[in-house]
């Protein structure tokens, strides 16, 4: 329903809602916004919420919460409303089934026991689920590539009687083909009080793709691609661009650019099955030409949306441009369900890349292989100040870099920037594997020296951002923290490690409006910690290992460093001060943004701007907001 009303009249309904909706802050401010409806009428209107459902009360440990709707409540939808919501999606929505269920007797879900074992079915799961076959999870109606919190209850298994339940998993799935599926998944959502997922590929190492007792709209099917030499739409620039469906992945978009003539590029993640317009650019979006051409997020042009409220709407530098800031880097599952967005494109370059390797094949010395270690990541503000990317990884006895990236160089230039640091292996006599390659793209190097990821595994994800500074002037005690990560203090039976990403988006994108952290604009490495977690690990043994992440190897991280900022989406969920972290200065207004086009918490992902009041009840399965 949109208003048109006035200020006196707004209050009011605001008011009233305000009696309605269990736990809603007082002192709501009036909220309206410049809407484009689907005929792109300008209209101002009020954000709509009176449809929406009270949250069920509980009480839990002597508090009183108001939760989410789940299963086996009162509360939860009757089948004939889910047979409706079926019908008004055009038959989309499905009873989520893990794709594991196949290798197990019966699938114990929420509405029953059903009979799934397939023989073949799950020699396929076996072969993919554990393989570098990414894509095969990627295409599944709820699943998540990488499962610790699912809380690994139906997994590929060769001994069929093993228990299979949804575990973290949603009840039902959208899968949606077009808007008005997307629309009608939030509006159900909305008014059944449910929690809500948005899951386009699951490329995801915090949970926010998967959710306790959720409804899950999945737009993974959203493909279309527009490519266009002048941009027309709204705002200053008036270069080429392309739209893309909210579906569309990396590596897919990267080769459609690549049969262009001339070859174009844009930015992507280095993996080839993210979703570019999911969580990667509401969460910032680093990757390859991150150091040339800044975040994913300083290069759209436009999203096209559906808002908690319903509404589908545009979001650029003229319509709604607050939501237009949010969406750039606010964080992921938070604001609107992107279904498209319109981003800057660019020549594609011819580029050099180069590997090192330097592990047990070289030496058996870890102290060896940490002195390489250490004058590689000493040469870092020097790799991005002259235009490089750098994907690195070390783990127990490995070190690797796969590949420096040297978009718009030559192979001599390339060799010429990484001398200094091979000429001091050459001095010392550190051992390594060194190769060097020209390529007439950067596609061709993306394909030739980017390695797909394994899904399917269980971990805990942690990460810290280095800045010039630090670099320049810790860089000794960098390398201690890092040497934590692989082996924490006190922890003999645990190991980590860490993937690196060495880049700046503010060599040449100094000033930026997003939303993104600010210190990216003074970045150098960015590394991600990897904490393996065993399979069907206890409440206990869970809990264990967050504190290890937080409070020992990653402590150890942000004690060495000044930036004060990690990456949104491959960071601790659970690290203190988190707001500051992942948003720095621009939180307060992230937040306020959030109670303007989502007061309600209709969208839902964990350490995202405006949750702090929620939280997972009952052995993290509910979520709920004390009262």
């Known amino acids: 329903m949109m208003w048109q009303t006035s200020l006196r009249a707004t209050a009011t309904v605001l008011a009233l809602l305000a009696s309605q909706v269990l736990g809603q802050e007082d002192g709501s401010e009036t909220q309206t916004a410049q809407i484009v409806s689907t005929k792109g009428v300008m209209l101002d209107t009020i954000l709509d919420w009176i449809d929406a459902a009270r949250l069920d009360q509980t009480t839990y440990h002597g508090e009183k919460y108001g939760c989410k709707c789940y299963p086996g409540r009162p509360c939860w939808p009757s089948a004939n409303k889910w047979n409706n919501l079926n019908r008004t999606v055009d038959g989309t929505l499905r009873v989520n089934v893990p794709a594991a269920a196949v290798c197990h007797n019966t699938f114990d879900g929420p509405f029953g026991t059903i009979q799934t074992y397939d023989e073949t079915a799950c020699a396929d799961a076996k072969e993919n689920f554990l393989s570098y076959n990414e894509q095969w999870t990627v295409e599944k109606p709820a699943d998540g590539l990488w499962t610790y919190f699912t809380n690994d209850t139906c997994r590929p298994t060769s001994n069929p009687s093993d228990p299979c339940t949804l575990g973290s998993y949603g009840v ?77 992945q990396g590596g897919q978009i990267l080769k459609a650019g690549h049969a262009l003539n001339p070859p174009m590029a844009l930015v992507t993640g280095e993996c080839a099955t993210v979703g570019l317009s999911g969580g990667f650019i509401q969460g910032g979006g680093h990757g390859p030409w991150s150091t040339l ?84 990541h000493k040469y870092s503000n020097h790799f991005v100040d002259n235009g490089l990317y750098v994907y690195f990884e070390i783990f127990p006895y490995q070190f690797r870099v796969r590949p420096f990236v040297a978009i718009g160089k030559t192979q001599a230039e390339l060799q010429a920037i990484v001398k200094p640091m091979l000429d001091e292996f050459a001095a010392a006599g550190i051992p390594h594997e060194f190769n060097i390659k020209q390529f007439p793209t950067f596609y061709d190097l993306y394909i030739d020296l980017f ?73 150098t490495d960015f590394v991600i910690v990897v904490l393996p977690s065993p399979e069907h690990p206890s409440l206990a043994v869970k809990n264990d290992l967050q504190n290890v992440l937080t409070n020992n190897m990653d402590e150890g991280l942000r004690n060495v460093s000044r930036s004060g900022a990690t990456y949104v989406n491959e960071a601790d969920p659970f690290q203190p001060n988190w707001q500051s972290h992942f948003w720095g200065s621009n939180y307060p207004r992230l937040k306020q943004l959030r109670k303007k086009w989502d007061p309600l918490g209709i969208f839902y992902a964990v350490s995202t701007p405006g949750t702090e009041e929620w939280e997972e009840i009952e052995f993290n399965t509910r979520l709920c907001k004390k009262l």
């Open 451 to 523: 390695e797909p990821e394994q899904a399917g595994q269980t971990a805990l994800t942690g990460g810290w951002l280095f800045n010039h500074d630090d670099v320049a002037n810790r860089n000794d005690d960098i390398i201690t923290a890092m040497r934590n990560v692989v082996s924490p203090a006190g922890r003999p039976d645990l190991f980590g490690g860490m993937v690196g990403h060495m880049f700046n988006p503010g060599h040449n994108v100094p000033i930026s409006t997003s939303a993104a952290h600010p210190a990216w604009r003074n970045a």
């Open 293 to 376: 051409k800044g975040l994913a997020v300083d290069n759209v042009l436009n999203f096209e949306v559906v808002t908690a409220s319903g509404l589908m709407v545009n979001a650029n530098e003229w319509q709604n441009p607050d939501l237009f800031f949010a969406l750039r880097g606010g964080g992921p599952a938070s604001y609107a369900v992107i279904l498209s967005t319109t981003v800057k494109t660019f020549p594609d370059l011819p580029a050099a890349g180069a590997t090192l390797y330097l592990n047990t094949t070289h030496t058996l010395d870890n102290e060896v292989i940490w002195a390489g270690t250490k004058m590689f």
């Open 172 to 248: 039902y799935v959208i899968m949606a083909t077009k808007a008005s599926h997307i629309q009608a998944g939030v509006n159900f959502a909305r008014q059944n009080n449910l929690r809500l997922i948005v899951r386009n590929t699951g490329h995801d190492f915090l949970g926010r793709s998967v959710g306790y007792g959720s409804l899950v709209i999945n737009t993974h099917s959203f493909q279309s691609l527009k490519w266009t030499d002048k941009y027309t739409g709204l705002g200053s620039y008036r270069g080429p661009a392309v739209t893309m469906g909210a579906g569309v």
